[in-house]
Each structure stands twice: as C-alpha cells, then as structure tokens.
C-alpha cells in the first residue's frame, strides 16, 4: 500500500505498548531506535488528524512480579513508577518532533505530570495534542493491560491497539511451540473461556462490556502502528 494512499480508519486510538517491546534486543532500558521507529509512526498517525492516546508498560525497568519475597502492594507501585519514566522518555522524543504531548499520572507527582483528569485528557485532544496516561490505574493489582481498557473505554476510543513482542495471539507460546496456531479474530469470550494469555481477563471483559475492538499486532514489523490505524488486515483482532 502506498504511503500517500493512507487513510485512517479510527478517529481516536489508545495504543498500549509494553514496556519490553521499548527495550528491543538489549532486553532493558529503552533503546533509542525502537522509540524514534515508534515516534516517526506517531507524527504521521497524528498528521492524519487522529487523536492519540498512549498507555506505556514498565517491564523493560520493573515488573512487580520481581520482587517475589516483596510485598505486592509495594512492587506494583514501584511499576508504576517504572510507566513514568517510559512515558517521560516518550513525551520528550514525541516533543523533539514538534507535537505537543502531555503526561498525566493515575498518582500525583505534580512536579513532573499532570494529575490523570478525564475532562483535561479530552481537553487536549482538541488541542492537538497527544496524551500519554502513566502509573496505569494508579492501583496494584491492576495490570497495565487493565489500565489501557479502562483509558480506551473512558475516553471513547474506537480502538485499543495493542503493540506486542509478536505478531498477535496464538494458541500456545510460539516462542516455546512451533507448531502454535495463530487466530486472525477471536472473540472476547474467547479469550475468557479459552484462558488465553494476551490480554489479562479484567481488560477483556472490560473492551467487551463497552463494545471496543482490541488489535493486537507485532510492534516490529515495518510501519506497523500506521497500517493498524488505517485498518489494514493484520495482527489477531478481538471483537464482540
């Protein structure tokens, strides 16, 4: 498909990308190539007019499943922490670009990030501007998968994109199983009644209660984030 012939498809997108998929092959940190691949498809979704929202994980510095003698609450908060700074990275290279981004955090941290407030995220929207929603639901025990479908749903999203390490949602670990089957479309009560892993169950009854579509897609592959914006067959796509 050629570039110039791009038309969105969704007028607003929440994309979840985990923080792991930052990391890239060093496996920590953020690498520098895989955020600038990420923000160069960012400027043009945005230059499309699309309003963009992003919920950022934090496996590539914390997963509170680390500290498995700490306590949970603890751990989870310090995940949180962990967003912040993956969202910090992002709005400074997004910014680097010329499109104004704003942080809100679920946690108040004034100094840093503007508290989570619906009415101002909307607010920006119509301002141009992209919004990155940080320290997921601002509660442990709650995954970022589950932040991102609430985010989506408060703000009317017309889709949750889901960036992953790999290219959807297959019935068994590919990187384990070669013979894994990959589904091109499943349904939400799919992914409840088969327990599949790709987004936790919280998350799915959530997108399916609100009639939200959920893709779910390889971050990697070449322009990923712009052909899932403009509709184009790929991934697994999780519908009612």
Same mark, same amino acid.
């Given at each position: 498909?050629?570039?110039?012939?791009?038309?969105?498809? %969704?007028?607003?997108?929440?994309?979840?990308? *985990?923080?792991?998929? /930052?990391?890239?092959?060093?496996?920590?940190?953020?690498? =520098?190539?895989?955020? $600038?691949?990420?923000?160069?498809?960012? &400027?043009?979704? !945005?230059?499309?007019?699309?309003?963009?929202?992003?919920?950022?994980?934090?496996?590539?510095?914390?997963?509170?499943?680390?500290?498995?003698?700490?306590?949970?609450?603890?751990?989870? !908060?310090?995940?949180?922490?962990?967003?912040?700074?993956? *969202? /910090?990275?992002?709005?400074?290279?997004?910014?680097?670009?010329?499109?104004?981004?704003?942080?809100?955090?679920? /946690?108040?941290?004034?100094?840093?990030?503007?508290? #989570?407030?619906?009415?101002?995220?909307?607010? !920006?929207?119509?301002?141009?501007?992209?919004?990155?929603?940080?320290?997921?639901?601002?509660?442990?025990?709650? *995954?970022?998968?589950?932040?991102?479908?609430?985010?989506?749903?408060?703000?009317?999203?017309?889709?949750?994109?889901?960036?992953?390490? &790999?290219?959807?949602? %297959?019935? *068994?670990?590919?990187?384990?199983?070669? $013979?894994?089957?990959? #589904?091109?479309? /499943?349904?939400?009560?799919?992914?409840?009644?088969?327990?599949?892993?790709?987004?936790?169950?919280?998350?799915?009854?959530?997108?399916?209660?609100?009639?939200?579509? &959920?893709?779910?897609?390889?971050?990697?592959?070449?322009?990923?984030?712009?052909?899932?914006?403009?509709? =184009?067959?790929?991934?697994?796509?999780?519908?009612?």
């Amino acid at each position: 498909m050629a570039e110039k012939a791009m038309v969105p498809k %969704y007028k607003r997108i929440l994309l979840k990308l *985990s923080g792991e998929a /930052l990391a890239g092959e060093q496996k920590f940190g953020l690498n =520098e190539n895989v955020v $600038s691949m990420v923000v160069d498809q960012l &400027v043009k979704v !945005h230059e499309m007019g699309v309003e963009i929202a992003l919920v950022i994980g934090g496996g590539n510095f914390w997963r509170g499943r680390q500290g498995t003698k700490m306590d949970r609450t603890t751990a989870d !908060h310090m995940g949180m922490l962990a967003t912040v700074m993956n *969202s /910090l990275a992002m709005m400074d290279a997004i910014e680097q670009k010329g499109i104004p981004t704003r942080v809100q955090t679920a /946690l108040n941290m004034v100094s840093v990030a503007e508290p #989570y407030v619906l009415r101002k995220a909307l607010h !920006h929207f119509e301002k141009g501007r992209i919004v990155i929603m940080a320290c997921g639901t601002g509660n442990p025990f709650c *995954s970022t998968d589950t932040a991102a479908a609430q985010r989506a749903c408060e703000i009317a999203a017309d889709v949750l994109l889901m960036a992953k390490n &790999v290219d959807g949602i %297959y019935d *068994s670990d590919p990187a384990t199983n070669p $013979s894994a089957k990959k #589904y091109d479309a /499943l349904t939400f009560n799919d992914i409840l009644n088969k327990g599949l892993k790709a987004m936790d169950t919280t998350a799915a009854t959530m997108c399916m209660e609100n009639r939200i579509p &959920v893709l779910a897609f390889a971050l990697g592959e070449k322009d990923s984030i712009l052909r899932a914006v403009c509709g =184009e067959k790929m991934g697994t796509l999780i519908t009612n």
